[in-house]
């Protein structure tokens, strides 16, 4: 059973039946696509041109040309992608003709919830797999829409080309920059998958991923002369942190900036000021962590919100034995753990924010532990 609720998306909160198809697709190398594929099922969205049926019928991960044939759809004309679609979804013919008459709606290309790399990425496996020229064709086409998307001081924006709100900020959010950037990544390391960008191109994307840690480098947050970590997006002019959806304030937020030193550290060779960066954000990490408490999934009845429908809640308790734990959101100045409601009014704690965000969104996390057991590996391995 595939569609199953998902209500957030660490693994503090995630039920078995969504585990078991993030596994799946992570086996096949679909990971990228899950996020977009649980908002598609799980997530009520009034911008969506099509929704799943009820008993939506899936591709089998094997099927690489039917998945492909998918992302080509779902492709727009300025090569980038819409997010919150699953890509291997069986779709009728009357959601394929209205995905098409679609094509049109660049204001729809996102880099977030995995949307647009990830395409790039399958198309290239695809080619790779079957020779299909179109699928090489469309890879290239996505490349030079992240080209063309990114901002000269090297960030990426959440959607391009519609700057509206704060779609035009530099975006760490759900790894949108960062997701590029491990694209990126991989075609310059000259992985197999992309032996068709050639010479000139992969120059281009040289310069690109290296304007891209210098944008990351200058956008870490400093308070008093001390490096911290990032906010989940930065302003596209200035760099400086900036509020998104409501309850997203800006602040100093550790489960994206766990995905950003992770990546930093998975760099070769690390420059000074990588290593500079990395060397603040684990301070902060260690100083932040949270001993004591734990989140916990309890019963509830079962409420219909306009994004999505809850059967239980989540709240904090006290547990001694419980391992270190970060709030999402840490308050600018203070560092206290910050918390939000959809009116934009800063809470600080989790009781206080409302059902449907407390079941709705993400508040702790355990993702810094990853880099705090990854930090000495990354010392000893570039002799620090």
Sequence with gaps: MFRCIMIAVLVLASPSCAREMADEEGEAGLSDFWDSSHHWYDIRDEERIIDPLPQQKRYDPSEVRAIAENVLLFQKLNGGWPKNYDMRAVLTDEQKAAVLRARADTGATTFDNGATYSHVAYL??????TGDERYRKGSLEGLAFILRAQYEHGGWPQYFPDRSGYRRYVTYNDGAMIGVMK????IISGKREYKFVDASLKERIKSAFAKGIDCIIRSQIMEKETLTVWCQQHDDVTLLPRNARTFELASATSMESAGIVLFLMSLD??????????????????RSRILGIRVETVEAPKTEYIYHTA??????VEDTAAPPIWARFYEPGTNRPLFANRDGRPVYSMTEVDRERRTGYAWYTYDPAKVLAEYPKWRRRNRL
């Excluded at 290239?124 to 797999?129: I, M, N, P, V």
């Excluded at 060779?269 to 260690?286: L, M, N, Q, T, Y």
Aim: net charge neutral; charged share 35%; hydrophobic share 40%.
């Design 269 to 286: 060779d690390p420059s000074p000021p990588v290593v500079k960066s990395v060397e603040g954000a684990v301070r902060w990490f260690e």
């Design 311 to 316: 059967s239980d809640d989540k709240v904090v």
């Design 183 to 186: 694209l990126l990544r991989k």
């Design 124 to 129: 290239a496996k695809a080619f790779d797999q």
